[in-house]
C-alpha cells in the first residue's frame, strides 16, 4: 500500500497503517549493519556494541528534549496526556536497583560496565552524523506544522525501536555482557516503547481524520526513518573497520607465533 497516495484516499485508519508499514519495511530496519553481528567473534562484539553504545549515545542522550519539544507543539488534552505518560516513564519507576532508575542513567551505567568511561570517550569522537541526527530528530519534534513531530516520535521511533534493540540484544548474545544485570535497558525498551508507540498512533487515528495532516505525518514518520538509517551507514563501514582490525591482529599474531618443532624443514623439503 502506498503511503503517499493514502494522504488523499482512504480513510485515517488505512492511512496511517499504510505508514507503518512503510516504517516497518524501511531499510533502516532491515540494514546490512544487524547482519554483520553474525560474523562477529566475542572480542568483535564487545568491540562494536562499544561502538554502538558511544555513538547512539550522541542522538539517545537527548530524548527528554525530543518528547518535550512535541509536546510543546501539542494542545489537545487528551493528546498531552499520551504524551506526558511516555516523558513519565522514561524517569523510571523510582523502585530500589538498576531496573526502577531514570532510562537515561540505565543507558549511562550499561555504557560504563561495558567499558564506554571517561578514558574511553577521550579517546574516540563522536560521529558527524550521530550528532546531526540528534540536532535534525529535534528539529522535527519541535516543528511548528501540526503532525510532524508527533509522527516523528511515534511512528519514526517508539513504533520500530522494539525491531533495532532486538537486534542489539542479539549484539550482546555474542559479546562477553551477555549475561550483566544492565542488559535490561534493552530488554525494557523492547517491551514498553510497543505499548507507547500503540498509545501514540492511537493519537493519530484520530489526527488523521484531517487529511490536511497526513502529509506532515508522513513525512516526519519516515524522515526520522532516514536519518536513523543514514547513522547506520556509517555504523556498518565502522563495523567493517573492526573487522578487518580484528582479523589483521590475529594474522599478525599467527604469523609471529613459535613454529613448532621441524615445521621449518619439512617447508625447506617440499617446496610448494
Not at 499504510?18 to 547482519?35: G, N, P, T
Not at 525501536?161 to 530488554?187: M, Q
Not at 519516515?222 to 573497520?241: G, H, K, P, T
Request: negative net charge.
Amino acid at each position: 500500500m502506498n503511503s503517499a497516495l493514502m494522504i488523499y484516499r482512504g480513510s485515517a485508519t488505512e492511512f496511517v497503517d499504510s505508514v507503518c508499514m512503510e516504517a516497518k519495511s524501511h531499510r533502516a530496519l532491515k540494514h546490512a549493519y544487524f547482519d554483520m553481528f553474525r560474523a562477529l567473534d566475542r572480542d568483535e562484539a564487545d568491540e562494536a556494541l562499544r561502538d554502538f553504545i558511544f555513538q547512539y549515545s550522541f542522538y539517545s542522550r537527548h530524548f527528554d528534549a525530543y518528547n518535550d519539544a512535541v509536546l510543546s507543539t501539542v494542545q489537545l488534552p487528551a493528546y498531552r496526556a499520551v504524551i506526558l505518560e511516555n516523558i513519565a516513564d522514561e524517569q523510571g519507576s523510582g523502585e530500589p536497583g538498576f531496573a526502577g532508575l531514570p532510562h537515561r542513567d540505565m543507558y549511562r551505567q550499561f555504557a560504563a560496565r561495558i567499558g564506554v568511561d571517561d578514558a574511553y570517550r577521550a579517546s574516540h569522537k563522536p560521529l558527524t552524523t550521530a550528532q546531526v541526527w540528534g540536532e535534525l530528530f529535534l528539529q522535527k519534534c519541535a516543528s511548528p506544522i501540526p503532525g510532524v513531530g508527533l509522527a516523528a516520535i511515534s511512528i519514526g521511533t517508539e513504533f520500530i525501536v522494539p525491531d533495532v534493540y532486538g537486534h542489539v540484544l542479539k549484539l550482546i548474545a555474542r559479546s562477553s555482557f551477555r549475561d550483566i544485570e544492565e542488559n535490561y535497558f534493552f530488554t525494557l525498551h523492547s517491551e514498553c516503547d510497543v505499548e507507547h508507540s500503540r498509545q501514540l498512533i492511537g493519537l493519530l487515528y484520530d489526527f488523521c481524520e484531517d487529511k490536511d495532516h497526513r502529509e506532515a505525518v508522513r513525512f516526519g514518520a519516515l524522515s526520522a526513518l532516514n536519518l536513523r538509517a543514514a547513522f547506520f551507514d556509517v555504523m556498518a563501514a565502522r563495523l567493517e573497520e573492526i573487522q578487518c582490525n580484528s582479523r589483521a591482529r590475529t594474522h599478525k599474531t599467527f604469523m609471529t607465533a613459535p613454529q613448532p618443532h621441524g615445521a621449518a624443514t619439512r617447508h625447506a623439503a617440499y617446496p610448494i
